[in-house]
């Protein structure tokens, strides 16, 4: 099993309900810059203030704020680890390809989840989160294929691309993510 991982793909497409699968399975760091954003909005820090109002609304919180949350804790970390929901555009790619440069720990597999439109809007509306209104989680959908799926071709050209089919039941995602990264 690769132990320094990406996960990729759209709201809903479970990377969040996977990763905690995997990182429990195979004791990996998992790094939500989601939950982790989550964690300062309830612990109402600055941080978190601005980022809840950018969250509500679907959109991308600031590269600096997230790269900060991350960096600190790749830095210190000497564990295999999980990226669930970062990066989410090419800035933060790049930013994220030199941090683990000069931490010399490079990714190992970039794993997309792909999933249709229809199948994840059901899923997080049914969970219903603050954010998994139907007008946000539209909002969230396009700027996924804006800013988020170009990192596709980003990671197929360095040749570490895997893609698994998100749809069907939680134990069958997650056995086709296990031969994925096998
Ligand atoms: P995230 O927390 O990353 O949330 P997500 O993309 O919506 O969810 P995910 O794909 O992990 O789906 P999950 O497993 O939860 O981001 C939230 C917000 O934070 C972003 O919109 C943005 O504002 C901000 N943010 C995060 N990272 C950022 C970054 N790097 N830069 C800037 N901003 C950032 O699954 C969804 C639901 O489906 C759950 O209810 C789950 O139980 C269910 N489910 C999962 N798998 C299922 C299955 N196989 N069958 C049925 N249901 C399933």
Known sequence: MQNRLLFLGPPGAGKGTQAELLCNDHGLLHLSTGELLREEVSAGTDLGKEAELIMNRGELVSDDIVLSIVKKRLSNCSQGWLLDGFPRNLAQ??????????????????????????????????????????????????????????????????????????????????????????
């Open 93 to 182: 790619a790049q930013l994220l390809g030199e941090l683990l440069e000069k931490i010399v720990q490079p990714i190992k597999a970039v794993l997309l989840i792909e999933i249709d439109d229809e199948t994840l809007t059901d899923r997080l509306l049914s969970r219903g989160r603050k954010d998994d209104n139907a007008e946000v989680i539209r909002n969230r959908l396009s700027i996924y294929r804006e800013k988020t799926a170009p990192l596709i071709n980003f990671y197929q050209n360095l040749g570490i691309l895997r893609s698994v089919e998100g749809c069907g039941n939680i134990k069958d995602v997650k056995s086709r993510i296990r031969n994925a990264l096998n």
